[in-house]
């Protein structure tokens, strides 16, 4: 089982900042991607960024040039750097990880997991 755990959510102005941590947890044997989602009221789930193991990285083009993932792979552990925010960027960001865990056993297979998300709110 791989545990994510989100934070740094909250409110801010517009033009504000924030920045978004997630952290992994668990037989963890490597982490390949990382990525951030959203899910603003009465929309689907979206991609906002993903980054890799060698820290490739891709963005929506809603969020690029404003907003920056990171990663510490020895922490496993994301960043999601957040500049000029505007209030179409209200919503519950989720932290998702996947990759590789193994057992106790030494069994390797591999994961996806989604961590509670934390809401941001862009509002005067």
């Known amino acids: 089982q791989v545990q994510l755990v989100e934070s740094g959510g909250g409110l801010v102005q517009p033009g504000g900042s924030l920045r978004l941590t997630c952290a992994a947890s668990?037989?963890?044997?490597?982490?390949?991607?990382m990525g951030w989602y959203r899910q603003a009221p009465g929309k689907q789930r979206e991609l906002v960024a993903t980054?890799?193991?060698?820290?490739?990285?891709n963005y929506a083009a809603s969020v690029k040039g404003r907003f920056t993932i990171s990663r510490d792979n020895a922490k496993n552990t994301v960043y999601l750097q957040m500049n000029s925010l505007n209030p179409e960027d209200t919503a519950v960001y989720y932290c998702?990880?996947?990759?590789?865990?193994?057992?106790?056993?030494?069994?390797?297979?591999?994961?996806?997991?989604w961590g509670q998300g934390t809401q941001v709110t862009v509002s005067s």
């Open positions: 998702n990880a996947a990759g590789t865990v193994i057992s106790d056993k030494g069994i390797q297979r591999g994961f996806s997991s």
């Open positions: 668990g037989s963890i044997f490597s982490i390949n991607v």
């Open positions: 980054i890799f193991s060698g820290a490739s990285s």
